[in-house]
């Protein structure tokens, strides 16, 4: 089989039609560059070229192959690169998990950033509740996940990425829509509201079972839901109240009002990167490091 070093010679030579300056051109004397022309032939089982004291000639056999020299020539140093990239983390590939919460706020800064570090990579994103992301990080099916503060493990490494209010979701009609100011988690007593399921949805559920049992505060939860926009939806039909991320504003409903209210911690809502530590993913660890020295980024 001919090598990269026959293919180069042989380019130099058709290209230049002369041997000597084929061996200027690519530095050598000219008693090696014929040898390796002499090889391919060989191996090839044809004549590429027509040699004369005066002259030298592509045969037809040698103009078809010319152009089969310069493509797997070309091909192969885009393999170099993209091998060299790779192992430096300006390409490759990386595969996200993201929370559908969490594309309303963090996702799409976080998409931003890794299209300026790593504009070579290959994003996969892949829209899971964070149980299944803690699953995927551990069998090392993701390289980063944008999970809630439950996401732990041994082998996990985790950083704050941003830090959200609560806000309330109301029907239009609905008698708190229409107060002016901040409302009180006190005016959800006793109101129609619609809760996160303490399965799909389990950091939500938990995080607004606190604060209602720390205010002495007992809705009435009509429906469980996993996912913001399907809370969201049902708001809108009228249905009941609802909490949700201030990000979730940004989803248009004709007829939700959104008001703000007043909490002990007045941001709330958490979520994190998460990653494994032992992951050797060169374009992970660039996007990280771009995260972690411009804190806008990632919080």
């Known amino acids: 089989m001919f090598t990269l070093t026959q293919l180069t010679s042989f380019v130099a030579v058709a290209e230049e039609l002369h041997f000597t300056r084929a061996a200027e051109r690519l530095q050598m004397t000219q008693p090696p560059l014929s040898r390796q022309i002499q090889l391919l032939e060989n191996d ?22 010319l152009t089969e020299a310069r493509r797997i020539l070309r091909q192969s140093e885009h393999a170099t690169l993209a091998v060299r990239q790779v192992s430096t983390g300006e390409a490759g590939s990386i595969v996200i998990g993201f929370t559908a919460a969490s594309a309303y706020s963090m996702l799409g ?18 829209e899971m509740v964070t149980r299944d992301q803690l ?16 996401v732990t493990g041994p082998d996990l490494r985790t950083r704050p990425a941003v830090r959200e209010r609560l806000l309330a979701a109301l029907p239009r009609g609905h008698g708190l829509a229409a107060r002016d100011g901040t409302l009180e988690i006190t005016d959800f007593d006793g109101q129609q509201f619609l809760m996160y399921s303490p399965t799909e949805a389990r950091y939500f559920n938990e995080l607004l079972i606190s604060i209602f049992r720390a205010a002495h505060v007992a809705p009435v939860f009509c429906q469980y839901l996993s996912q913001v926009h399907s809370i969201l939806a049902l708001v809108n039909c009228g249905l009941g109240v609802a909490l949700v991320p201030e ?19 007045p941001r709330p809502v958490e979520l994190n990167l998460v990653w494994r530590e032992d992951n050797d993913n060169p374009a992970l660890h660039t996007l990280l490091r771009r995260l972690e020295s411009d804190p806008a980024r990632g919080s």
């Open 44 to 65: 090839l089982g044809v004549q590429l070229l027509d040699r004369t004291n005066r002259s030298v000639r592509l045969t037809p056999a040698g103009r078809a192959f």
């Open 109 to 126: 800064t976080l998409l931003e950033t890794a299209r300026e570090v790593v504009p070579r990579a290959e994003i996969v994103l892949r």
């Open 135 to 150: 699953e995927d990080l551990t069998e090392s099916r993701l390289d980063l996940g944008l999970g809630r503060p439950s």
């Open 247 to 265: 990000a979730a504003a940004r989803l248009r409903y004709a007829d939700i009002v959104f008001k703000p209210i007043e909490l002990p911690t």
